[in-house]
């Protein structure tokens, strides 16, 4: 097999170790719905590609498929070049990949630090804090959690939430608190469902701060997003999904324009 993919965006070929996410031809119906309908995208490594599409344009459906929230009906993931089809959320977080949600759960009964403490496993929404906090774990290994939480939750300044109620949250500090979460466990690519929504103007200009400079510092994101001028300024390239099928890949400023793209947002309208 060839090391080199054929992207559609710019037709560049990337070497296989600069992908760190792959889909090939994914496919998912509901009944009679095809939400996803032959999806075949790739993440550059380093890169904040953005994904936009019109609602129920199926993006969600796309993230719950590479992460294994949803069985695929047919099609590959692979993170790192390595396939990951068919794996539990929590094996293929382990594989490099984590994701936050459109809504954002709230974790009952656990403070904002607790929260933090709950695995990559957390992605599938089991608790593992017994495990944590029942002896299992050495000490050594407690601290170091709970320094790299506060790290982290001083990164994305909400270090004073560390002991609130995760119920008491507002939808943007729930939205900061998901992405630092996700962010403890080193993940090769982060997949972002809506970051900004329904979050103030101020905070989704921090939001969008704290992204860039992470992706300075080598992270790469995935982010799904509605709000044009957030995800036009920080993602490039942008994916436009449209009827569960990529409607085409290319830089802020081309998609902006595409005819395909503005008929795609007004064709759904009412
Ligand atoms: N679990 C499910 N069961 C049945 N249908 C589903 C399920 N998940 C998604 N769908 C359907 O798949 C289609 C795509 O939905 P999806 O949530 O992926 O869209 P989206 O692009 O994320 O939209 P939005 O921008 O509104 O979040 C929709 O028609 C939706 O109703
Ligand atoms: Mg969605």
């Known amino acids: 097999m060839s090391a080199e993919l054929s992207l559609t965006y710019d037709g560049a070929d990337l070497d296989k170790d600069d992908v760190v996410l792959r889909t090939e031809s994914l496919k998912k119906s509901f009944g009679g719905l095809t939400a996803t309908d032959d999806v075949s995208i790739a993440v550059e490594r380093g890169s904040i590609t953005g994904m936009i599409g019109p ?26 070049d390595t396939e990951v089809s068919g794996m539990k959320p929590y094996e293929i977080a382990r594989s490099g990949l984590m994701r936050t949600f459109q809504t954002p759960r709230r974790l009952e009964g656990m403070t904002v630090r607790e929260a933090m403490l709950v695995g990559p496993q957390g992605q599938s929404g089991e608790s593992i804090l017994p495990l944590f906090f029942g002896g299992s774990k ?57 970051p900004v929504a ?73």
């Open 55 to 80: 609602n129920g344009a199926g993006k969600s459906t796309l993230f719950n498929l590479i992460s294994g929230f949803y069985e695929l009906d047919s099609g590959s993931v692979y993170v790192n």
């Open 138 to 194: 050495v000490r050594t290994e407690e601290t170091a959690n709970l320094e790299d939480a506060q790290r982290m939750l001083e990164r994305f300044e909400i270090d004073h939430l560390a002991n609130a109620p995760s119920t008491e949250l507002s939808g943007g500090q729930l939205k900061l608190v998901e992405m630092a979460r996700a962010m403890m466990a080193e993940p090769d690519v982060l997949l972002l469902d809506e």
């Open 198 to 270: 329904g979050v103030n103007p101020t905070l989704a200009k921090k939001l969008a701060g704290f992204i860039e400079e992470l992706n300075e510092e080598g992270q790469t994101f995935l982010i799904i997003e509605h709000d044009m001028s957030f995800i036009m300024r920080i993602a490039d390239p942008i994916i436009v999904l449209d009827q569960g099928r990529v409607l085409m890949e290319d830089t802020p400023e081309t998609v902006r324009s595409d005819e395909r793209v503005i008929e795609a947002y007004l064709g759904g309208s009412p």
